[in-house]
Nanobody, 126 residues
């Protein structure tokens, strides 16, 4: 069993930055891939970024490449999403998730993740 709790969301002006954290309890994350997804009101949940189990491999949605950075600290059982140059279209609830299978690869599909946090709201004003 694992519990994921996101934090760090808030209101920020366009061009600003936020750093999201995803802290896990109940189980260590070190052998799993982790992902960040987001969901805006009325829209489907979409992939944002992923990181494999040791942080050696990452992948990003085209919409956030060059602006967002995913990282992890397995010693702290925490995954991060650094978001820079934020745009109003980044406004969404951001969720972290743990892969269903061992995470030597970086998964991008929603179905590849079996545990989800409650989400943290990110609002970017223009």
């Amino acid at each position: 069993q694992v519990q994921l709790v996101e934090s760090g969301g808030g209101l920020v002006q366009a061009g600003g930055s936020l750093r999201l954290s995803c802290a896990a309890s109940g189980r260590t994350l070190n052998m799993y891939s982790m992902g960040w997804f987001r969901q805006a009101p009325g829209k489907e949940r979409e992939f944002v970024a992923c990181i494999n189990w040791n942080g050696a491999s990452t992948s990003y949605a085209d919409s956030v490449k060059g602006r967002f950075t995913i990282s992890r600290d397995n010693a702290k059982n925490t995954v991060y999403l650094q978001m820079n140059s934020l745009k109003p279209e980044d406004t969404a609830v951001y969720y972290c998730a743990k892969s269903r299978l061992y995470g030597s690869t970086c998964y991008r599909a929603i179905g590849d993740f079996g545990y989800w946090g409650q989400g943290t709201q990110v609002t970017v004003s223009s």
